[in-house]
């Protein structure tokens, strides 16, 4: 079975750069961010109601690598890859490439699921759980950042 691999694609506006045209090293986190939800929406699933049912993702952990700069205007393309997948939690790996596939940056985060009244890990919707292990692939040991 082949694992499907999920990608986004956004453009580096000048609102994203430094004054040297540069992207500003935060606002990679903003592109793995906007991959993530874009991800997510594949659940059908809607955030606004999660958040309405007092329910949602939220960022627990990260770790990240720059290996190279995208600039002003490069079209870039972000992975989202989930490495394992609880009940109340998932790790995703994530790597950002420029349209001429050089890998820019690469990033993992760990993502807990909460009940935002009580503050506390409950679990994902079954929706949610299997749509999201359709993407965990067999081999996951070379997805981490180094």
Not at 21 to 38: D, S
Not at 109 to 137: H, T, W
Request: charge should be neutral; proline fraction near 3%.
């Amino acid at each position: 079975m082949e694992t499907k691999v999920f990608s986004h694609n956004s453009r580096v506006y000048y609102e994203d750069t430094d004054a040297g045209g540069i992207v500003y090293y935060a606002n990679y986190l903003k592109f793995c961010e906007r991959a993530r939800t874009e991800w997510l929406r594949g659940m059908n699933l809607s955030q606004c109601k999660m958040l309405e049912e007092k329910k949602g993702f939220v960022i627990r952990k990260i770790k990240g690598s720059y290996i190279s700069s995208a600039r002003l205007d490069d079209y870039l393309t972000v992975t989202c890859i989930p490495k394992k997948v609880k009940f109340a939690s998932l790790e995703v790996y994530q790597q950002v490439f420029n349209q001429n596939q050089e890998l820019l940056f690469e990033f993992e985060c760990s993502i807990a699921f909460l009940d935002m009244e009580k503050g506390r890990p409950c679990p994902m919707p079954k929706e949610a759980l299997e749509y999201i292990k359709q993407f965990v692939p067999q081999d996951v040991s070379n997805l981490e950042v180094k």
